[in-house]
């Protein structure tokens, strides 16, 4: 198991679309089953309030484009969100008996430092809307040169790079999904 980030643009609300009792869109005059090959609906994680900005979790959305844009275990995206904190200065700070630099993004100190929203971000499901996206893509992009000799982590920087375009996707009206 691990984690799938998939990276859309240019979404559109879709109107008129009701659900059936299995959560599938039907249209709501034929009472039909809407073919799904084009529409999404987000999962907007509670904990992260703001990080999907104007996205509901309660409609459909049609995308332009769709792109798979990376798959990592959990213990190596908990790994490269911790050299990402070490990449933008973050301090340290204790966190269950010892010291990391990533845990500071969780407790709130370093609100608004680069990466902040990612860093302190689900590490399984959850929707990042095309404002953050663009932030981010504004932090990568800052970053890269440092990046590029920056951790001898398992492929610290191909996954950089991955999640770098992945939020230039999500930042074109679009959305970065973690699931």
Not at 53 to 66: P, V
Not at 68 to 82: A, D, E, P, V
Not at 117 to 132: A, M, Q
Request: net charge negative; charged share 30%; hydrophobic share 35%.
């Amino acid at each position: 198991m691990g984690l799938d980030i998939y990276a859309y643009s240019n979404i559109e609300k879709v109107e008129n679309v009701q659900f059936d009792i299995d959560g599938d869109p039907t249209d709501p005059i034929v009472q039909e089953q809407v073919d799904d090959g084009d529409l999404r609906r987000f999962f907007l994680n509670p904990y992260f309030d703001g990080r999907h900005g104007d996205i509901s979790g309660e409609h459909l959305y049609r995308f332009q484009e769709r792109e798979h844009s990376l798959q990592i275990g959990y213990m190596l995206y908990g790994r490269f969100r911790k050299e990402l904190a070490k990449l933008a200065g973050y301090p340290k700070v204790e966190y269950m008996g010892e010291f990391r630099e990533d845990a500071a993004a969780w407790d709130g100190s370093c609100a608004g430092m680069p990466f902040e929203p990612l860093i302190n971000f689900s590490d399984c499901e959850g929707t990042i809307g095309s404002e953050v996206c663009s932030s981010l893509l504004a932090d990568f992009n800052n970053f890269e040169e440092k990046a590029k000799d920056f951790s001898e982590e398992y492929k610290f920087f191909e996954n950089y790079m991955a999640l770098k375009k992945a939020f230039e996707i999500g930042s074109r009206n679009g959305a970065v999904v973690f699931s």
